[in-house]
């Protein structure tokens, strides 16, 4: 073969070859055919939240960009676990947590969260100050307030009228809320938002009473629809999604303070796909997201462009009166002791 022929050769070759590529970019009748953006792996808790981010977040605003999102579902206490048992890993197996915002400040404490970049989430302009962390972002909060059924029981005033053993087995304990039921127990009991220790007789003395515990909310919300219990403790935002499907409930605002619940999401030091998900985190803040979240579930949205509706606001928020009355965690406490909180619990209260 010939100099030059080997050059005409060549030269088709490669005209080839990019024909070939080309044409496997395209459909089956010439339409670009899209490229995946890369799988998202979000770690979360199962039952309503799992679906509500599908839902609002993951099937309207990700999809359309090709990103396959995953939800790793399980509890927080197992996939804090499982943060720390990947750390060592160059490459973990989620690309964003899901955390309560004490447990986000427990896993920064712990340098297992990566610094969010904020110049890569557009929306966090909008944030409220308060929601906006170095290391997560809070998604949703809310104030854990007493519920309670009036055709069963008279409307408490306080955690202290709440959790007493008197209510017997009309009174609903969830076991995935064990910092927060210690935690209105002991404030309840003399304690303060640094030291639940005096609540932990009070909860014995309702358990003995006959106080039933139920492993998720929704198992709870379950017990409230069938009146097999009366009363409990937990997020005016799930009693606003309750209330909508038709559970007789009220709420009631403790005198001793509503602590804050903020939901939020971290990025784990070693995610896998970090773009990924800094593209989820902004796609949890847009205002659409937010505002539907706010109607399906009834949390308070962190951004200020929300368009959240009078009507779903009353429903959703509290009053001049009750906002002072709203008090934050000492999320270095909580860092410290929950070991030891949730070995009690296991252990002493469950055992």
Same mark, same amino acid.
């Given at each position: 073969?010939s ?19 080309? #044409?496997?970019?395209? %459909? ?14 979000v770690?979360?808790? %199962?039952?309503?939240?799992s ?23 399980? %509890? ?10 990947e ?16 447990? #986000?400040? =427990? #896993? ?8 969010v970049?904020?110049? *890569? ?27 309670y ?23 609903g304990?969830?076991?995935i ?23 932990? =007789? ?5 358990? *003995? ?26 997020? *005016? ?7 909508k499907?038709?559970i007789?409930v ?5 005198? =001793? ?11 784990p ?13 902004n796609? #949890?803040? =847009? ?24 009507e779903?606001q ?6 001049? @009166? ?23 619990? @296991? ?5």
């Amino acid at each position: 073969m010939s100099k030059t022929t080997f050059r005409i050769s060549r030269r088709r070759l490669v005209q080839v070859t990019g024909a070939a590529a080309g #044409m496997a970019a395209l %459909g089956p009748f010439g339409r670009a055919r899209a490229q995946a953006a890369g799988k998202v792996v979000v770690g979360t808790w %199962g039952g309503d939240y799992s679906k509500l981010l599908s839902k609002n977040i993951d099937t309207p605003l990700l999809a359309p960009k090709n990103y396959e999102v995953v939800h790793d579902i399980g %509890g927080d206490p197992e996939r804090r676990a499982k943060m720390r048992a990947e750390a060592r890993l160059p490459r973990g197996t989620s690309d964003v947590q899901g955390l309560s915002a004490a447990q #986000m400040f =427990e #896993m920064s404490a712990a340098e297992l969260t990566l610094p969010v970049d904020y110049a *890569k989430i557009p929306n966090a302009k909008n944030l409220v100050p308060q929601m906006k962390y170095p290391y997560g972002i809070g998604h949703i909060y809310s104030g854990k307030v007493i519920l309670y059924n009036p055709k069963l029981v008279s409307a408490p005033t306080s955690f202290a009228d709440c959790l007493d053993p008197k209510h017997g087995a009309k009174l609903g304990i969830i076991d995935i809320q064990y910092q927060f039921t210690m935690m209105a127990a002991g404030i309840a009991s003399g304690g303060s938002m640094t030291n639940y220790d005096p609540g932990k =007789e009070r909860l014995l003395a309702c358990k *003995k009473a006959g106080a039933k515990i139920y492993p998720t909310n929704e198992a709870l919300a379950a017990a409230l629809k069938n009146e097999e219990i009366a009363l409990c403790i937990m997020w *005016k935002a799930r009693a606003v999604q309750w209330q909508k499907a038709g559970i007789n409930v009220e709420t009631v605002a403790p005198k =001793e303070g509503v602590p804050l619940y903020i939901s939020g999401f971290v990025i784990p030091k070693n995610a896998p796909n970090k773009d990924g998900a800094h593209a989820w985190l902004n796609a #949890m803040l =847009e205002p659409s997201a937010q505002e539907a979240f706010a109607e399906d579930m009834g949390y308070n949205p962190t951004v200020t462009n929300a368009k959240v509706p009078a009507e779903t606001q009353k429903r959703i928020g509290f009053n001049a @009166d009750e906002q002072k009355r709203l008090v934050d965690l000492d999320y270095g406490y909580l860092a410290q002791n929950d070991a030891a909180l949730k070995e009690w619990w @296991d252990k002493v209260f469950k055992g």
